[in-house]
């Protein structure tokens, strides 16, 4: 079933990401894309990915092709001029820009990233912001030291901006709350460097302020810096003992470095209060695999799925994996049956039971399990495919061009469908 799979490939796209598995989050991707490549979501979220493993020609093209889909679309313009920018190919991102106002001519983040993009270029004639000399008043002020930051580009030009602010003679009284909005800015629009810049000057002024310190880490983070990032956290956690976030952060920047044993004293001190939150709990799971500690990664994920939240789909993956690890493929088996057993015409755990089957080589009792899907839904092609793979490698070949077959009839566009057909003709043509 196409929408079945799609899901299926884009649930583990995330789960990779929330391990920073960038590589076979793009692979899950592509395989969504080649089932539906008019999906825009998964084209941004490639898009995205491939930005974070520095190949930004490659998530270009996929801003491209999410434009052939919706060309009217202005996040998608956006995105793409922010791309360009970061490639200092700022004419273009300009225009880039330009398509982005021209579909919403109120989008705001769009307009400010033209302005910064022509500073760049000391065209200022072209900002549209209206730069008028600060008046006594200091609302009036406040105003024309946000379009004067805007037109001239702080992080290129900071002298320039600098002397602006000492000719005034005083400083805004919100001067540091806009370098920290400004950081939160660039960091929510993937800009971490930029973003860093901002949190710095913060804390030029104030060392220990928090806020903007725990920001700092987050852009270390983001920028794969995780030794810079665990320092940061560690003096955000000097200065509020209590303060989770930088505690969670700090550990899973410590299993991002295999370092797994401070990694897991983090997430114990988090979950040693009544309430453990989710999210840290799977983290201390994936920590727990990587020590080969598989008992308490289990009793981890048992946990998790007992609660049926966010990370459920995470955690049922996870202690599938450590079953498979450690052999106990009777478990899992079992695991699908109790909860068959609870609803026996749901297909999806039938699908999935019978996937897992051929991954361990019981090809008739995977078969039995697609051929209940097929009764429920006769419209499911991934259980033809899937049926026909292990006809295969049964040796029925003619049963598994039946099956193929089908499953390309109902959809056939997915290349795997095709593949699959031509090695069962090879093997027919050689019988």
């Known amino acids: 079933m196409k929408n079945k799979r799609f899901q299926e490939y884009v649930t583990q796209a995330f789960v990779c990401l929330s391990t920073c598995q960038y590589k076979e989050a793009i692979t899950c991707l592509e395989s969504a894309l080649d ?8 084209w941004l979220e490639k898009a995205r990915v491939l930005r974070l493993l520095n190949r930004e020609e490659e998530s270009l093209e996929c801003y491209d092709n999410a434009l052939k889909i919706d060309p009217s679309n202005p996040v998608i313009w956006y995105k793409r001029g922010l791309l360009l920018y970061e490639l200092n190919r700022l004419k273009d991102a300009i225009w880039s820009y330009n398509q982005a106002l021209k579909n919403n001519p109120e989008y705001i983040e769009a307009l ?9 270029l000391e065209q200022y004639d072209e900002i549209s912001y209206d730069f008028c000399h600060p008046t006594g008043d200091d609302d009036d002020y406040n105003d024309t030291y946000k379009d004067v930051k805007t037109a001239i580009s702080v992080w290129d030009h900071l002298s320039e901006y600098t002397g602006f602010i000492s000719n005034k003679g005083s400083e805004p009284k919100d001067y540091k709350s806009e370098w920290y909005k400004d950081g939160m800015d660039l960091l929510n629009s993937g800009r971490y460097e930029d973003a860093l810049s901002c949190f710095d000057s913060v804390l030029d002024d104030k060392k220990l302020y928090e806020p903007a310190l725990f920001e700092k880490g987050r852009c270390h983070l983001f920028l794969k810096e995780y030794k810079k990032a665990i320092n940061v956290f560690s003096d955000v956690i000097k200065i509020n003992k209590s303060h989770k976030q930088a ?15 401070y990694a897991l004293d983090c997430f114990n001190t988090l979950l040693s209060s009544p309430h453990k939150d989710e999210e840290v709990l799977f983290h201390k799971a ?15 994920c048992k ?27 009777d478990d899992i088996i079992q695991s699908y049956d109790r909860r068959l057993s609870q609803d026996r015409y749901d297909t999806t755990l039938w699908y999935e039971k019978g996937v897992f089957l051929n991954k361990i080589e ?10 209940h899907v097929i009764e429920i839904d006769q419209k499911d092609d991934a259980s033809y495919y899937q049926k026909a793979f292990a006809l295969f490698k049964m040796g029925l070949y003619k049963k598994a061009l039946f099956a193929i077959v089908r499953a390309i009839e109902l959809y056939g566009n997915d290349k795997s469908y095709h593949r699959l057909k031509q090695k069962i003709l090879i093997k027919i043509k050689n019988l």
């Open 303 to 329: 946990e998790i799925i007992k609660k049926d939240g966010k990370c459920y789909s995470e955690a049922r993956d996870l202690k599938n994996k450590v079953l498979m690890k450690c052999g106990r493929y």
């Open 247 to 261: 505690l969670h952060l700090k550990g899973f920047a410590h299993s991002q470095l295999a370092e797994y044993q």
């Open 35 to 42: 089932i539906d490549d008019r999906d825009i979501t998964v």
């Open 362 to 371: 019981k090809y008739s009792e995977a078969i039995d399990c697609f051929n």
């Open 112 to 120: 400010e990233s033209k302005n910064l993009a022509l500073s760049n």
């Open 286 to 300: 994936y920590v727990l695999f990587h020590l080969k500690q598989y008992d308490e990664c289990i009793l981890c």
